[in-house]
Each structure stands twice: as structure tokens, then as C-alpha cells.
């Protein structure tokens, strides 16, 4: 039985291009950089920062690769990415379980 991460909120994958990234991420091995940018439809510029401000937080690594005679960077979630990515969902999930509207009959009487 693995331990739950503890719920915590990860300013760096909070931005909504890097939340975006990660949960993509979360899903696969690892992912083409042309892909990830189509998927969250940003330039290249934008993807490579928000990549860069991951890979420096120790939440993705990027592998360069020869495919079909063109240089292709491949991303991935470290493990460490993972952890922080699934504490940070939970976090946000905690925080969403707070604004809940009152149970039927439990609203206010006026």
C-alpha cells in the first residue's frame, strides 16, 4: 500500500500553462514538445519557459532525440514531478471541497 502524497499547494505548477502541462504529462511516459504546444496552444517561446521553470523545480526532464533525420525533445514527469503534481491536485481538490454549496435543507432561511 503506497502512502497518499501530502496535500500540497506547488506555486510552480499552479501557473495554468504549467498546471496544463503536467496533468498532460501525468497520463504518459513522456511526451513530444510540438505535441505538448499544440495541446495547450502556446509558441514554442512559452512552452520552452514554462519548461524550463519545471525542469529547475526538479518536475520534468527533457530528452533530445534524432527522429527522422530532425532533432525531437521529448518531456516527461520525474517522479518527483509526479508526487508534486498529485499532492498539488489534491490541494486544489481540498480547496474546491470548501466552496461546496450547503446540503438541500441546509441553505439559508430568509
Known sequence: MSAR???AFDPVIHAPGRLQICA???SVDSAEF???RDAIKVSDSVLSKHLK???EAGHVALTKAAENGRQRTWISLTPA???A???HVAELQRLAAMTAPPA???GFSG
Open 85 to 87: 503534481f498529485a499532492a
Open 53 to 55: 521553470q519545471l525542469e
Open 81 to 83: 514531478g509526479r508526487k
Open 34 to 36: 510540438a505535441m505538448l
Open 24 to 26: 498532460i504529462l501525468s
Open 5 to 7: 502524497p501530502v496535500p
Open 104 to 106: 438541500l435543507g441546509q
